[in-house]
């Protein structure tokens, strides 16, 4: 057996197991349905869906990876209602024609064995990412035939095994023939929403944050929006807003997708809803501090665990992936100046300059799920 990674950083977190995935490492989303985890990859090595067995957890090991055709990867899950969502995409980026674009649906009775029973097919460059906590609607954001960049879908799952496309949500300006019309240089697109009650709330790229309230028939209706694109001074990529239980607060993330700490700047802003019309920031998150920006690869923000029904749920900490900063984690008790009070970051895989902690998940029982999106796995970790 490998030894396990060495921590480069470590405070008030510690590893409690890893696998590299079958030597396919380029992990992404995950969801837990027991004993059982569920990892999206980012397509690298052909995978879409890796079943991972961790009854025990200093010890995880892979039961079966699912396949993605080929041009397409499966890198993003959702698990409610014995129903595990994953998406199909077209990978690598602008390359190439996908086989396969859409929104998968396998029925999860048993958890270690994932049965595909129904396909919603999306005529573009597919489902990027989705929010489904149970219910009748699933919301994916997706790339689509007649308009530019993703846009975001309400689908209709009251028969799992015949998923149907119910309403669509867009920016004015996306849609082809649009009487808008957005900026050639503009970054305007959906990245996802989190739902709470009969609220959504999300990151739009150069748009900012956006909030929607629900209507009956699963349709997303803006109230308000947010964007500090101009004063970033390039693209945000304004990525998910996560809701602080009933404090009236978002948490919202850019995502650095530029490497070696290039483009705008990216940040982890707390936002108060209590004016749902009128977003408005309170306090940016602290930096971590280090030789980050020379350590290579990305380094920045990125996802959140989002406090899903079953999961870790909290109105004041906050676990986010920050690439070749790993995990941190932070309080937000005092809205005027978040402070961190834990980190992790490991060394990097053989052959890979950094780490780039991607996803996040943390359970009931403590146990915090992150995943390394080039090849470096899945790491298992606790609080100390």
């Known amino acids: 057996m490998a030894a396990p990674p060495r921590p480069l950083e470590q405070r008030g977190l510690e590893l409690v197991g890893h696998t590299d995935l079958e030597g396919r490492g380029d992990g992404m989303q995950v969801m837990r349905n027991g004993d059982v985890l569920y990892v999206g990859h980012m397509g690298d090595f052909g ?19 699912i396949p993605v055709p080929k041009g397409t990867h499966s890198h993003k899950v959702q698990l409610a209602d014995g129903l595990l969502l994953a998406n199909h995409e077209q990978y690598p980026y602008r390359t190439g024609v996908p086989e396969s674009t859409g929104l998968i649906v396998y029925d999860v009775a048993d958890p270690a064995d994932p049965r595909r029973v129904g396909f ?12 489904f906590a149970g219910g009748r609607y699933a919301y994916a954001s997706a790339r689509e035939t007649g308009y530019r960049n993703r846009i975001l879908l309400v689908v209709d799952l009251l028969d799992p095994t015949r998923p149907r496309l119910a309403s669509r949500w867009w920016w004015p300006g996306q849609r082809d023939g649009d009487g808008a019309r957005l900026a050639d240089d503009s970054d305007v697109g959906a990245h996802h929403v989190i739902v709470q009650g009969d609220r959504a709330y999300g990151g739009y790229f150069d748009a900012g944050v956006v909030v929607f309230s629900l209507k009956r028939d699963g349709a997303l209706e803006l109230i308000g929006s947010l964007s500090w694109a101009e004063r970033s001074g390039g693209h945000p990529h304004t990525h998910t807003a996560l809701p602080l239980g009933d404090r009236r607060l978002l948490v919202v993330t850019d995502e650095a997708i530029e490497p070696d700490c290039e483009g705008a700047r990216k940040d982890i802003h707390l936002v108060d809803i209590s004016d749902e019309t009128r977003p408005k920031e309170v306090s940016l998150f602290p930096v971590p501090a280090g030789d980050y920006c020379q350590r290579g690869l990305r380094f920045g923000p990125h996802n959140l665990h989002e406090n899903r029904p079953g999961t870790f749920s909290s109105d004041r900490i906050v676990f986010a992936t920050y690439f070749n900063a790993g995990l941190r984690v932070y309080d937000t008790s005092d809205p005027r100046s978040p402070r961190e009070i834990a980190c992790y970051v490991p060394e990097a895989p053989a052959g890979q300059r950094a780490i780039q902690f991607n996803d996040v998940l943390v359970g009931m029982d403590g146990l915090i799920f992150v995943t390394d999106r080039l090849r470096g796995g899945l790491y298992i970790l606790r609080r100390t």
Not at 120 to 131: E, T
């Open 47 to 65: 995978v879409g869906t890796s079943v991972v067995d961790i009854a025990d957890p200093s010890r995880p090991h892979v039961l079966r990876q």
């Open 120 to 131: 919603l097919p999306i005529d573009g460059l597919g489902v990027h990412r989705i929010w």
